[in-house]
Structures are given as structure tokens and as C-alpha cells.
């Protein structure tokens, strides 16, 4: 099946009218691979064979803080194509930066205290472009369900608390992390990995990997473990560069307390070289 591609606006309305519900909306920002893959099959099957997939292809200027990667993301309109159609994507919504935001985007999504810490202390401004960009989606493409990834297991809790706090109906649905098959999470961003970069970055799947295997000692011989790990590669060549380590509730993505019973996600950032990476993996903590 080839999809449909909508450049502009106007193609992505005459595109929505002929769509079958239920609508299932995937946004991503290109350069698909088996993690995007991962979505956009079960945003089919969530859409079932009479439904639509939807999937967004935009790399938003929004979220990227100067200095980061924007100008080199990677780009590749035709094999995301090829990949939508080899995954019965229905249409692709690939606007270019005026047809996202036809004039200054002076109102935003404040993330919240959630949208401050990890990633957010990281990137100031990120997820305010992330939330902004996916409220926009949402209201451009109106889907009864939209996917998206455990990999940014932080995004994805901002997405759905902007969904509820919001009252937008639309129903969000969680895929867990996909991951090569050394162990690395699948990212558009490997592809800037040399070798010698790659084999540092297995660090950040090894600690958290330590990490959970500590879950019977309770929370800090957890972040212990892991920490381990990271220092430990910190010092290699090429060394990693950890940004953060930490263990949250992962609905609020606060910090656990000792006691913490349930399940609780361990995340890690670090840069290799120029390209940074980021993890999660859930850690079960019984009582302490
Ligand atoms: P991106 O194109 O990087 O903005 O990602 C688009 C969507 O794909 C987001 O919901 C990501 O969380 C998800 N995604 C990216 N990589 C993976 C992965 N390795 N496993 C699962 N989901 C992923």
C-alpha cells in the first residue's frame, strides 16, 4: 500500500476527510526505524484493518535548543515512505516549518513541574516544543487514539497528563522500548555513532541493566549499581559523558522515597562523542 503524502495543510484536511475512523495518529520526526516501527504497528493494529494510520513526520523547530542537533537531524522523506508503506501507514503528514507554523508561535504548553526535571533541566524549552507541537498535531489531525514511545518514557507521561489536564479525549497509547540488537535503544540519533562511540554507549543499556538486577536491595543500592556502570565507562575511551541517573515514580517523575513499593523507572542520559542518548528501564522495588 502506498500512503498518502500530505505536504501542506490543505492536503492533510482533503487527506482527513476520506480517513476511516478510527483514526490513529503516530507523530515522529522522520528517519524511521524498527522503534517507529514498533508504533506504527500497533497503530494499526489499534486501527484495525477499516480504520486509519496516521502517521506525522516533522522535525520541530520548537524543541531543539541552540546548539543542538537540529540543522544535521537526519532527513529522509523517501524511506520514511517506503517504511509507512511497508507498515500500511493510510497517510503521511510532512509539512514543512511554515505550513507547522505559519506565523511566530507566541502561545505555548507550560510542561509543568514534570516538564522541569531530567530532560526538561537538560533541554531547557524542550518539552514546552514537544507539547506545543503535539497539541497543534492533535488539533490538525483530530485522532481517536494517538501512539508514541516508551523510549522517551518522560514525554510520553507530559503527553498524557496534557491530555487529561486538558480534556482532549484523545485516548494515548504507550509501546514499550525497542532495542537493537547489542542492546542500544533504537534512535534516529545512532546513526551519528562511530564504532568506537557506539561500543561507550552500550554503557548506558549495561547500568541500567545493573541497576535492575540490585531491585532486591532496595532503591539506592540501585542507583548504585547503575552509577557504577556509568563511572566506570566515564573513564573509557571514548569516555561516556553521563548527564543524569535517577529512579522516579513514573507518573509524576518525582524521585522515589525509600519505601517505594511498585514499579519505578530507572533513566539515564549520556553523550558519546557529540550525539546524546537517552534510556529507561522499569526496576519492581518491594518494601524496604
Ligand atoms: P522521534 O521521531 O524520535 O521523535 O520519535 C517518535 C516516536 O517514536 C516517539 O513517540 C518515540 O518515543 C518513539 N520511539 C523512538 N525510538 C523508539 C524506540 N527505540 N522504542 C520505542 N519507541 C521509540
Redesign the pocket.
Known sequence: MIPILARTRRGLDAARHGMTPPVVLV????AL?D??R??LRRAREIAGTDGSVLVSVFVNPLQFGPGEDFGRYPRDLTEDLAICGAEGVTVVFAPDRAGMYPREQLVTVDPGPMGQVLEGASRPGFFTGVLTVVLKLFQLTLPDVAV?????AQ??ALVRRMTADFDLGIAIDG?????DPDGL????RNRYLSASERATALALPAALRAGQEAAGDGSEAVLAAAGQVLDRASRGDPPLLPDYLALVDPETFAGVKPGYAGTALLLAAARAGKTRLIDNMPVTLGRE
Open positions: 507523530p515522529t520526526m522522520g526505524h522503534g517507529h514498533a508504533l508514541f514511545g516508551q523510549k522517551d514525554q510520553l509501546v514499550p522500548l525497542v532495542r535503544a533504537t534512535s534516529s
